[in-house]
């Protein structure tokens, strides 16, 4: 896609990866509609980029519900929604409450879910459009005390490349981003956790991800329609390892749909 004269939606824009990928974008001309809950840093950050800031709680049924027609309505067609927002508290399972289950499910997995179930259609209809998850290393190399996040990563991620089967042949480009540590605040609060700074403390020499540096890799994701970004590439091999099996399955799909076409023809 190209970014210039594009509009791009990125969910947790007010602050860290998404409001860096909001500079990144628009400083190549694309237009943005940025979400999130706090309102205060995101109108700034939009007032600043000449965006539309939409306050968002994406935990929240009702607001989501017809949001992606909202946006539309407000700020025209998009062209490109990137699935960005996370949620993310460190610490032992059984010490977590039904209220933190609820909110990594919701703004982790079921929001981006609900919100390429909206746009997707659209973008069909339309020609075109992107539609691009950032995830974490976390769901392919789960860690102690991170169940919750780490559960929900996995669960975007598998939507992810089942919505990509789905849309092989649709004019979508389905993309997923899978990210080791980015220097932000969601970093330096896991860090609290003693079991997560200790295995911090053995990847040292991965170092943490810019945040500027991970936004320019994904607006370049973006505009090369790539399906899959891995970084630090140090850690690529092992993702795609365990993308083996999926890659199997993908074989037992080849040329289903063609078929079932021939069938019904």
Known sequence: MKLRGSHIVITGASRGIGA?????????????????????????????????????????????????????SDAGPIDALVNNAAYAVSGEFIQRGDQQLRTHILTNLLAPMELCRQVAPRM?????????????????????????????????????????????????????????????????????????????????????????????????ALEADRETLVLPKAVAPMYHLRQLPSRFADLLMYNIDRARRHENA
């Open 124 to 220: 069909i209809k339309r020609g075109h459009g992107s539609l691009l998850a950032v995830s974490s290393v976390g769901a392919e190399l789960s860690t102690r005390n991170t169940a919750c996040y780490s559960a929900t990563k996995a669960g975007l991620n598998q939507f992810t490349l089942n919505l990509r089967r789905e849309l092989r042949r649709a004019p979508i480009t389905v993309s997923l981003a899978v990210l080791a540590g980015v220097d932000t605040d969601m970093l330096a609060e896991g860090r609290q956790d003693p079991v997560l700074a200790a295995v911090d403390r053995r990847l040292k020499l991965l170092g943490a991800l810019n945040p500027d540096d991970v936004a320019v890799a994904l607006a370049k």
């Open 20 to 72: 860096a990928l909001a500079r990144v974008v628009t400083d190549r001309g694309a237009r943005v509609t940025l979400l999130a809950r706090s309102e205060g840093p995101l109108k700034a950050i939009a007032t600043q980029l000449g965006g539309l800031a939409v306050p968002v709680d994406l935990t929240s049924a009702e607001q989501l519900d017809g949001l992606i027609g909202r946006i539309e």
